[in-house]
């Protein structure tokens, strides 16, 4: 369980003692055991719905412990059975309405995974195509279908990032809402000059020879996707004219 520091002053103690906390006090909880954890991420995790914190009436939010033990929750997950969200966010939802739920296995904690390591670079947590169909809820035509609009790409060995599993579920949904995949193409092709732009600036980090500098190439890597995909958000909702809940 995450514990709450003794320490600290101001508005992080004012709200501890009220019984919730800033979001900068969470900050300082969740990095003794997330040291790469920033406040954008905190923000990205409630934007995707996996906490929902109070607001004041200026809006600032407070987070009460149990939002806190669950982010912890969510960042667990991700780091050591590297989840996607949307699975993330079912498990805790079915073990908050007091459901048994074994852990969701994919990717590389399947101990008869036949996918080996790639010996360079950072470690990509995999999922095989059924297992792809499973968790997305889809079937093969669907997704021959995007792969051939390049929504969605195997990797060199055949398999799949294991976060294309949103990728696909995301895809899938808008299909409802009368969104062919063809119409996904420009904002496929956005969010590549994007991750273009982040390798960009992080490339020379990840160059390196010191170890060291090549994780912090990867923590800063996932700091600029965030701030991107926040930004991303803002442009589109300012663009709509409409506000997200």
């Known amino acids: 369980m995450l514990q709450t520091p003794s320490g600290g002053a101001g508005s992080g103690t004012a709200a501890r003692d009220s019984g919730l906390m800033s979001i900068g006090t969470v900050l300082n909880v969740l990095r003794d055991e997330f040291p790469e954890v920033t406040i954008s991420k905190i923000r990205f995790l409630e934007s995707e719905g996996l906490v929902e914190p109070q607001r004041t009436p200026s809006g600032y939010r407070k987070f ?18 590297y989840l996607p969200l949307k699975v993330i966010r079912e498990h805790l939802d079915a073990m908050e309405r007091g459901e048994a739920v074994p852990l969701p296995v994919v990717g590389r904690q399947r101990a008869s995974d036949d996918f080996p390591e790639s010996p360079a670079g950072p470690a990509v947590a995999r999922i095989g195509r059924a297992e792809l169909l499973a ?9 021959k279908e995007w792969e051939s609009y390049g929504l969605i790409a195997p990797l060199a060995d055949g398999v799949y990032d294991v976060e294309t599993v949103t990728v696909a579920s995301l895809v899938a949904e808008l299909g409802r809402f009368g969104i062919e995949p063809r119409h996904l193409r420009v904002m496929k092709a956005a969010a590549d000059r994007e ?4 390798d960009q600036i992080v490339a020379p980090l ?3 020879r010191n170890p060291q500098t090549r994780a ?12 991107t995909v926040r ?5 589109v909702t300012t663009a709509l004219g409409v506000r997200l809940p």
Request: charged letters at 35%; glycine letters at 6%; proline letters at 0%.
């Open 64 to 81: 009460s412990a149990e939002d806190v033990e669950r982010l912890g929750h969510v960042l667990r997950m991700q780091r050591d059975h």
């Open 135 to 143: 968790a997305a809820d889809i079937d093969e035509g669907e997704l």
């Open 195 to 198: 991750a273009g732009l982040v």
């Open 206 to 208: 990840r160059r390196h």
């Open 216 to 227: 912090h190439a990867e923590a800063r890597a996932k700091e600029l996707a965030v701030l």
């Open 231 to 235: 930004l991303h958000t803002a442009l």
